[in-house]
């Protein structure tokens, strides 16, 4: 019998189907947090939505009383959006969750850990979190865990708000690989453009799935952090991101807000700021990172169906 890992719950549905497809892992703190009600409700449909229509198994990630559980749904994923007692829950706050018998909406960090018990090598999100501009040492824990969790994760890069330059930065110490898909920069999660490189590109999802199985053959913890620009119907001006944030950290300031409450005060003040565009675009490129990952599982299920493992790389990375 498959025994499946006890310290997480699958949900009844995915307990099913888990061995005969591709499963993308979805954070739920975007949903209990970073959103407003009831743009919430609209961003976990359409990336449920955007992961079946690429023949994938979406599942929200989330600690539900006490429970780590992959596949929230039902009652409980409405507690969730309807942010009922729910708190923001990152990797080091999952055991007082689970021995406190509290709802947690899980961080990228806290996701990503539990993407790790569970056994998903999938991960959508919006933006990770990084290096926050100020105050000095204000680096969210999405960094370390990126760093030793072997997860496929997609986003749009990691959000306005950060020093995007000390972040990638940071990525690079922690041996996260950074691969742009249909770019070569990273892109500033409500902007396509930062300027910033990144030293890998491809708009191959196969050869993302390659690279993650030698990567893991060679027994490398770190994530793969797969960066695609926001949709460009939705995506924002440079300069009008940059002027909405300026405004966000001055209210943060005057309003003197720390700790976890930072990103989440910050995300509302930019849609505040930019009359509620930065929220279209956020549920925009929600969407389509869902849908590429999707599209990643999918590879990643055929890498391995094809060449049992990892297939053998030639010097140009293409498997010989
Ligand atoms: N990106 C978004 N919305 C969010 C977040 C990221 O577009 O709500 C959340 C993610 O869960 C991320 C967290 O892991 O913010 C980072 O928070 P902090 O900076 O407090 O570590
Ligand atoms: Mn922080």
Redo the contacts with the bound molecule.
């Keep these: 019998m498959d025994v499946l890992p006890r310290a997480v719950r699958w949900s009844s549905a995915l307990a099913a189907q888990r061995r005969d497809q591709a499963i993308v892992a979805l954070?739920s703190?975007?949903l209990a947090?970073?959103?407003p009600v009831p743009a919430n409700r609209d961003a976990e449909r359409r990336m449920r939505t955007a992961v079946e229509t690429h023949h994938a198994v979406p599942a929200v990630l989330a600690v539900d009383r006490g429970v780590p559980t992959v596949g929230l749904d039902g009652e409980a994923l409405e507690r969730f959006l309807r942010r009922d007692g729910v708190r923001?829950v990152?990797s080091r706050d999952l055991g007082w969750a689970v021995a406190q018998g509290l709802d947690g909406?899980?961080?990228?960090?806290a996701?990503l850990a539990l993407c790790v018990a569970a056994g998903i090598e999938v991960f959508a999100?919006?933006?990770?979190?990084?290096v926050?501009r100020e105050p000095a040492f204000?680096e969210?824990?999405?960094l370390l865990e990126l760093s030793r969790s072997p997860v496929i994760v997609v986003c749009a890069g990691a959000?306005s708000i950060l020093d995007l330059p000390a972040t990638l930065e940071r990525l690079e110490s922690y041996g996260v690989a950074v691969i742009g898909f249909g770019t070569d920069e990273f892109p500033g999660?409500f902007t396509r453009h930062t300027g910033l490189p990144v030293t890998a590109s491809t708009d191959d999802v196969a050869v993302i799935a390659r690279a993650f199985r030698a990567h893991r053959a060679l027994g490398l913890r770190g994530a793969l952090l797969v960066v695609q620009p926001p949709p460009a119907a939705e995506a924002l001006d440079g300069a009008l991101v940059a002027t909405a944030v300026d405004r966000a950290l001055g209210e943060a300031r005057a309003a003197g807000v720390t700790?976890?409450a930072?990103?989440?005060f910050l995300?509302a003040a930019v849609e505040r700021a930019t009359a509620g565009a930065s929220l279209a675009a956020?549920l925009a490129l929600?969407e389509a990172n869902a849908a590429l990952a999707a599209q990643i599982a999918v590879a990643l299920r055929e890498t391995d169906a094809s060449a049992a493992g990892y297939p053998p790389l030639n010097a140009q990375g293409t498997p010989v």
């Design positions: 954070e703190s975007v947090q970073g959103l923001k990152s909406a899980t961080t990228v960090a996701s999100t919006g933006g990770i979190g990084g926050h204000d969210a824990a999405d959000k999660f700790g976890a930072v990103t989440p995300l956020n929600l």
